[in-house]
């Protein structure tokens, strides 16, 4: 294998490495944006939803319990938990790929109950009381979705009102929602959470088509320069050498020794060229 094809192959090589590892950090890079971008989104549709379920408790729920009987409970207007859910389905209209849902382990509202990967979730934060938060990568529905959660606590004894005993509740929560399931709920116990779901499908396909598209930019630009590479080493040291070695040959015939070798060349070329001419000045020197 000659110098060329060797220094190609050599080159190639490296070009090739090159270009796997800027295509997988890429890749990489780009979901990992791609995830960040998520938990952004996730954590400002949580913040407006605990924002929401605040202002109904602290602001809305005060003034209407002074326009009503102690005993009368309507959930569009009393429940924090309600109102949040309520304001982000008005939000899912333009954003149907979002989803938010407030996990219950024991709910009022059947729709509000946990499935199995939000139950062990929330066994995971009555477990560690520390945790506030817990994020990442899962399958809902056959779709790959990225979710952010965060626990939800009996606080004070005001959640109790509803959620303690049931025949204490307000009798028209009891006759919405019946006193099977909801109840009995202990105070700092960890019973529910809120979770945003973000679809990460088109995310992680853009992050994929990204990285092809840097690998064949990359591929292209290996493949001009081994090309370039080519022509410079079949014009700069294959076709000297193979003039040098021919002119070599010929004096050791001695053939040709009366024609003086001219090499213009500084590097290492022109240095081989100086000492083969030398080498035929000895020659017809001697033969002289």
Same mark, same amino acid.
């Given at each position: 294998?000659?110098?060329?094809?060797?220094?190609?192959?050599?080159?190639?090589?490296?070009?090739?490495?090159?270009?796997?590892?800027?295509?997988?950090?890429?890749?990489?890079?780009?979901?990992?944006?791609?995830?960040?971008?998520?938990?952004?989104?996730?954590?400002?549709?949580?913040?407006?939803?605990?924002?929401?379920?605040?202002?109904?408790?602290?602001?809305?729920?005060?003034?209407?319990? /002074? =326009? +009503?009987?102690?005993?009368?409970?309507? @959930?569009? *207007?009393? !429940?924090?938990?309600?109102?949040?859910?309520?304001?982000?389905?008005?939000?899912?209209?333009?954003?149907?790929?979002?989803?938010?849902?407030?996990?219950?382990?024991?709910?009022?509202?059947?729709?509000?109950?946990?499935?199995?990967?939000?139950? /062990? =979730? +929330?066994?995971?934060?009555?477990?560690? @009381?520390? *945790?506030? !938060?817990?994020?990442?990568?899962?399958?809902?529905?056959?779709?790959?979705?990225?979710?952010?959660?965060?626990?939800?606590?009996?606080?004070?004894?005001?959640?109790?009102?509803?959620?303690?005993?049931?025949?204490?509740?307000?009798?028209?929560?009891?006759? +919405?929602?019946?006193?099977?399931?909801?109840?009995?709920?202990?105070?700092?116990?960890?019973?529910?959470?809120?979770?945003?779901?973000?679809?990460?499908?088109?995310?992680?396909?853009?992050?994929?088509?990204?990285?092809?598209?840097?690998?064949?930019?990359?591929?292209?630009?290996?493949?001009?320069?081994?090309?370039?590479?080519?022509?410079?080493?079949?014009?700069?040291?294959?076709?000297?050498?193979?003039?040098?070695?021919?002119?070599?040959?010929?004096?050791?015939?001695?053939?040709?020794?009366?024609?003086?070798?001219?090499?213009?060349?500084?590097?290492?070329?022109?240095?081989?060229?100086?000492?083969?001419?030398?080498?035929?000045?000895?020659?017809?020197?001697?033969?002289?």
């Amino acid at each position: 294998m000659g110098i060329r094809m060797r220094s190609i192959l050599v080159m190639g090589i490296l070009g090739l490495l090159a270009i796997t590892v800027i295509g997988i950090t890429s890749y990489k890079l780009s979901v990992k944006n791609a995830l960040d971008e998520a938990k952004i989104k996730s954590n400002i549709i949580l913040n407006y939803a605990m924002a929401t379920k605040k202002y109904m408790k602290q602001v809305q729920r005060p003034l209407v319990k /002074e =326009l +009503i009987e102690s005993d009368r409970f309507y @959930p569009e *207007l009393m !429940s924090g938990f309600v109102t949040a859910r309520g304001t982000f389905e008005l939000f899912k209209e333009s954003s149907p790929d979002y989803i938010f849902k407030q996990a219950t382990l024991d709910p009022l509202n059947p729709v509000n109950r946990a499935d199995q990967n939000e139950a /062990e =979730l +929330i066994k995971k934060f009555d477990q560690n @009381p520390s *945790l506030k !938060s817990s994020e990442g990568i899962i399958s809902k529905n056959g779709v790959e979705v990225f979710y952010f959660a965060q626990p939800i606590k009996v606080a004070s004894s005001g959640c109790l009102t509803c959620h303690g005993d049931p025949y204490d509740a307000p009798k028209d929560q009891v006759e +919405i929602y019946g006193t099977e399931t909801g109840y009995n709920w202990k105070l700092n116990d960890t019973v529910a959470a809120f979770v945003v779901y973000i679809p990460t499908e088109s995310a992680i396909a853009a992050a994929k088509k990204l990285s092809f598209t840097l690998v064949m930019i990359g591929a292209g630009g290996i493949f001009a320069m081994l090309l370039i590479l080519w022509f410079f080493l079949d014009r700069s040291v294959v076709l000297p050498i193979v003039q040098l070695a021919q002119r070599t040959e010929n004096f050791s015939l001695g053939e040709n020794l009366d024609e003086p070798i001219t090499g213009k060349s500084k590097d290492e070329i022109g240095t081989l060229a100086q000492a083969i001419e030398r080498l035929r000045i000895s020659l017809v020197k001697l033969l002289q």
